[in-house]
């Protein structure tokens, strides 16, 4: 029998926690390769190795049917134009699917369905449901000013295959133009740094 402090926690929207437990905290040098603005990265890390974003996860219970959540949270800021983003990753078994939560803060998720190549991008933001299909690499990107704060819930046997997407990044990026958050192909961005660094601008 589950044990009954499993079954009822207390979240904070705000801060993204729950009580009791301790986050797990991505710094930019754990994702460092995922930015596309290697001379940002660079500068940024010569600053602070800062925090990107926080995860605190539950594990009630595990075995068939049973589900595991979690919240996280996403530092508002940018590397270069790529706004603060979590790593991604496709499910390990590729037909579990996810259900995603709005809490607070402004935000986006890229999905890249693992078949097709093919990408979507959904705003997450409070009183938003987002359902992230089987076999769909998923990543969450702060597009805001304050903390984006959200809940991920999905089988307790889903486990996390981070190595595709380590090895060749999403299709698409998250950037600020004009003040804007736009998507665009992550290769035509990588090519507009190369001529920036060509041209000196
Ligand atoms: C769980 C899930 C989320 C993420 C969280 C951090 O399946 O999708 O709880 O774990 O958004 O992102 P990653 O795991 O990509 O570092
Ligand atoms: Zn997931």
């Known amino acids: 029998m589950t044990d009954l402090s499993e079954l009822f926690k207390l979240f904070d929207p705000t801060l ?22 290697k001379q940002a990265v660079t500068a940024a890390l010569q600053a602070e190795n800062h925090l990107i974003y926080s995860v605190t996860a539950v594990q009630p219970d595990e075995g068939d049917g049973a589900l595991h959540y979690g919240i996280g949270c996403i530092m508002p800021g940018r590397i270069g134009d790529e706004y603060h983003m979590t790593k991604g990753h496709l499910h390990s078994r590729r037909a579990a699917a996810e259900v995603y939560i709005g809490l607070q803060g402004e935000g986006l998720m890229l999905l890249e369905d693992e078949r097709t190549g093919s990408s979507r991008t959904l705003p997450l933001q409070p009183h938003s449901v987002l359902y992230v299909p089987g076999a769909t690499a998923h990543r969450t990107i702060n597009i805001g000013a304050s903390p984006l704060t959200y809940l991920g819930i999905y089988p307790a046997d889903a486990g996390h295959d981070y190595g595709a997407i380590a090895e060749r990044n999403f299709r698409q990026a998250v950037i600020c133009r004009n003040g804007e958050a736009v998507v665009v192909e992550r290769s035509d961005y990588l090519r507009q740094l190369e001529r920036n660094t060509a041209t000196g601008s």
């Open 16 to 37: 993204g926690t729950i009580d009791g437990l301790e986050p797990i905290e991505r710094r930019l040098v754990d994702l460092h390769t995922m930015f596309s603005d």
